[in-house]
């Protein structure tokens, strides 16, 4: 019997880092696997350190955001290995609650770099509204599906998230590359 293998991602459930450990799982044809939600990096690295995750993936640069810095200053502060690094195209939808309507948008609130990653749409469009960092895309879903945000808040987190969360997708694809790729890491313990 093999051994199941803890994957530690730095995002919730619906994330793009998710999304990056089910693509490490498939083209590495993994069948015993667990994912552990981590929410950011920090907490993956320490994990890992702690032995009680396998591995953690990451993400560490984005061909349109830059440097994810959350991951630059959680690896300073942890030793591990760099198993493998790869990258995912990744794209961004803007979400609501069912029935709001654009016009009742106040703020938009997501992870540092999809507000990056999709600046230009959103000084566009968006000019005017409130943006908000949040720790995590997957996280902002479901903190707008359970009322931890307030209504008129919009989203922007991976396709997935409209689904597994009940929300509502205002707009596809809304990142400003066609292209959006983001490098992630997988990292083992040292």
């Known amino acids: ?34 994912i552990k939600y981590l929410v950011c990096v920090k907490n993956v690295l320490r994990l890992l350190n702690d032995d009680r995750i396998d ?3 990451f993400p560490i640069e984005n061909s349109n955001g830059g440097v994810v810095e959350e991951a630059v200053y959680a690896m300073s502060k942890y030793n591990f290995r760099i198993q493998k690094m790869f990258e995912i195209d990744v794209r961004h939808n803007l979400m609501v609650l069912p029935g709001t309507k654009t016009f009742q948008i106040k703020k938009i609130s997501s992870h540092q770099q999809a507000l990056r990653q999709c600046k230009m749409y959103l000084k566009r469009i968006w000019f005017g509204v409130e943006l908000e960092e949040y720790r995590d895309t997957a996280e902002a879903a479901k903190d707008l599906s359970n009322g931890k945000l307030d209504s008129n ?38």
């Open 153 to 190: 808040t919009a989203i922007i987190a991976p396709k997935t998230c409209a689904s597994m969360y009940n929300l509502e997708i205002l707009e596809e694809g809304i990142q400003d590359l066609k292209f959006n790729y983001t490098a992630f890491i997988v990292a083992k313990k040292s």
């Open 1 to 34: 019997m093999s051994k199941i293998i803890t994957i530690g991602v730095s995002g919730s459930r619906g994330s793009f880092s998710e999304e990056a450990a089910m693509y490490y799982v498939e083209k590495n044809d993994l069948k015993e696997y667990s």
């Open 55 to 57: 591995i953690g993936i």
